[in-house]
């Protein structure tokens, strides 16, 4: 059975990126027959759903790849990962998934982003008629929650798989936090949807009221006001920044963090890897009620999830974290079994590899 394999793989470095490169080398490992179309329309995270004239080039080379394959290779499936809420991205997917309805190929969608749905009430009248064409009724769907089936539902989806991400184990002596400092740890692109200035907000509100309290943060970062306010706080003596790191220097973060906040509200945010990887590090999460970190993130269990741009909330979270001991070591025990219950990355790959097999 042939399968087109359309996605981005990094760079950039993000949850994305990184589960689509597991797919295809998954998929490569146990031989099955596919081709693969990389979307390389960004090389940093900060590029992503934004227009310019070398993506609008790399588009047509990508289009054309694509027809290329449906009529040369002629494959039976076409995988594909469709856009969150944003217009510029949605506009791509529509002329790179004409053909593939042109050609009457079954689609598997696989949405890592979130909020599609979202986008069709402002969209109008003629990108409706075309984003129908485009999305709706796709062969098989795959979302990472419960949650994150509203979108293929709203797509009139002819089936839906929940396949979590997973993660790999790098954490080596879980301890407890029996030191001088309480550091709480954010990772993720520096952008303000994505909770850096709250981040930055609730570690100073917490710092105010227990000193040993400190932030570290690591991401990529561009000019503006969220770099500006990094550096302030940096200056401040709130946080640490780390920059990008990736391999064994990110995990080495990872191990030396007490706890995780992750205060988002990203637009195309869905399923969040960063909160796995928390988990995995049996780092108790604090994060926000935002799609689908609902099914992430239990409350008083693994973490504590509260409204977007809660700041005394989640101030409050992590005060409790670091000064009660007994509670800190039962949420980090919760946090690392719901890793290995549920996120592990041979679990992703079983699951992965159990419904493409299902296509034979």
């Given amino acids: 059975m042939r399968f087109l394999i359309i996605g981005q793989t990094p760079p950039p470095y993000g ?14 490992k146990h031989d099955f027959d596919f081709r693969f179309v990389r979307l390389d329309f960004s090389a940093e995270l900060s590029e992503t759903g934004k227009l310019s004239f070398i993506k609008i080039w790399r588009l047509l080379r990508i289009f054309c790849s694509i027809c290329y394959y449906l009529i040369v290779y ?8 469709v856009a969150g809420p ?12 004409l053909p593939v309805r042109l050609f009457q190929k079954k689609l598997i969608f696989h949405f890592h982003a979130g909020g599609l749905s979202e986008i069709y009430p402002k969209l109008g009248s003629l990108l409706k008629k075309l ?6 009724a ?6 990472m929650s419960n949650y994150g089936k509203r979108d293929p539902q709203f797509l009139q989806s002819k089936a839906i798989s929940i396949i979590p991400y997973g993660v790999p184990d790098n954490s080596v002596n879980l301890q407890g936090n029996a030191k001088e400092v309480f550091n709480v740890l954010f990772v993720a692109v520096c952008r303000e949807s994505k909770g850096i200035l709250d981040f930055i907000k609730i570690i100073r509100s917490a710092k105010a009221r227990l000193p040993k309290i400190t932030g570290t943060v690591m991401g990529e970062t561009g000019p503006g006001k969220e770099l500006d306010l990094i550096n302030q706080a940096v200056a401040e003596g709130l946080i640490t920044y780390k920059g990008v790191r990736v391999g064994q220097a990110k995990y080495e973060v990872f191990r030396q963090a007490d706890a995780f906040l992750f205060p988002t509200f990203f637009e195309a945010e869905n399923f969040p890897t960063v909160n796995l990887e928390a988990f995995s590090f049996g780092l108790p999460v604090v994060s926000t009620t935002w ?8 409350n008083a269990v693994n973490g504590f999830i509260h409204q977007v741009h809660d700041i005394d909330g989640m101030a409050g979270s992590v005060l409790k974290l670091a000064t009660d001991r007994e509670l800190y070591t039962q949420l980090t025990e919760n946090a690392r079994r719901c890793y290995q219950e ?13 419904l493409f097999n299902q296509f034979k």
């Fill in 15 to 28: 949850g994305q990126t990184i589960n689509i490169e597991k797919i295809v080398i998954l998929l490569k």
């Fill in 291 to 298: 799609r689908g970190v609902n099914d992430q993130v239990q």
């Fill in 342 to 354: 549920n996120y592990t990355a041979a679990l992703f790959d079983q699951r992965i590899l159990d």
């Fill in 138 to 143: 796709p062969y098989h769907s795959i979302c």
């Fill in 131 to 136: 984003y129908k064409i485009a999305y709706f």
């Fill in 74 to 81: 002629r494959p039976k499936y076409v995988y594909y990962p």
């Fill in 86 to 97: 944003n217009k510029v991205p949605v506009i791509r997917d529509i002329i790179l998934l």
